[in-house]
């Protein structure tokens, strides 16, 4: 069964000072990782797909990371608009799967002014 | 540009009446189509996945169905609600595996 943790669940953060959120995961063989952003009440907003070790991806002040067991969100100088939930989901290569998403529970990010 | 519509956004409904969400995509054809619940403290549960017209595959056994009338339209039914049926209601469509879903603005659903 596909698995995927994120840590820490939480993270305050003063605006300017960078962090790294994580993404744990176990799955029988990874087709893609994948980032979201999510406001309150609203759907999961994509940010990146990573398909293998040693890639990365960068979007204004994120940037993506992926290893064989684990992958990165790093924020560096976050603004306050930045603040949101960070879903990380894994999709793998076979069986059931390998049609679906399998997301963490998440890591909310607040940036303090 | 593709775009995902789903509605209502927000939904109060009494304990055992019925439920219909619906969830429309433009600008793409074929999509792989996708309903996710997001309840607090969880992470998103898949319910029902579809890679064709009729095709439904669920992923956990519920009070809940889903349909595909048409190529780019899903929709979730409940004959009946349930209180633990409460949650906050996703709909996805993606091109097909190994690539990105994308998901709609979900459907805050209230069973009183």
């Known amino acids: 069964e596909d698995q995927v943790t994120q840590s820490p669940e939480a993270l305050r953060l003063q605006e300017g000072e960078s962090s790294s959120l994580n993404c744990s995961y176990t799955v029988s063989g990874l087709r893609g990782l994948f980032w979201y952003r999510q406001d309150p009440g609203k759907g999961p907003e994509f940010l990146f797909t990573?398909?293998?070790a040693g890639e990365e991806k960068e979007k204004e002040r994120l940037k993506a990371t992926l290893t064989k067991k684990e992958s990165f969100l790093h924020i560096t100088a976050p603004k306050p608009e930045d603040s949101a939930t960070y879903l990380c989901?894994?999709?793998?290569?076979?069986?059931?799967?390998?049609?679906?998403?399998?997301f963490g529970k998440g890591t909310k990010l607040s940036v303090i002014p | 540009s593709q775009t995902i519509h789903q509605w209502p956004a927000t939904l109060v409904q009494p304990v055992g009446s019925p439920l219909s969400l619906e969830c429309t995509v433009e600008g793409t054809s074929n999509p792989n189509l996708y309903w996710y619940r997001q309840a607090a403290g969880r992470g998103l549960q898949l319910l029902f996945y579809?890679?064709?017209?009729?095709?439904i595959s669920s992923e956990v056994p519920q009070n809940l169905s889903a349909s595909r009338p048409q190529d780019r339209q899903f929709i979730l039914s409940s004959k009946k609600l349930l209180l633990s049926d409460s949650g906050f209601y996703l709909c996805?469509?993606?091109?097909?595996?190994?690539?990105?879903?994308?998901f709609g603005q979900g459907t805050r659903l209230t069973v009183v």
């Open positions: 989901a894994v999709q793998s290569s076979s069986g059931a799967g390998s049609y679906q998403l399998t």
């Open positions: 990573l398909y293998s």
């Open positions: 579809s890679v064709g017209i009729g095709q």
């Open positions: 996805a469509w993606s091109r097909g595996q190994g690539t990105e879903a994308f």
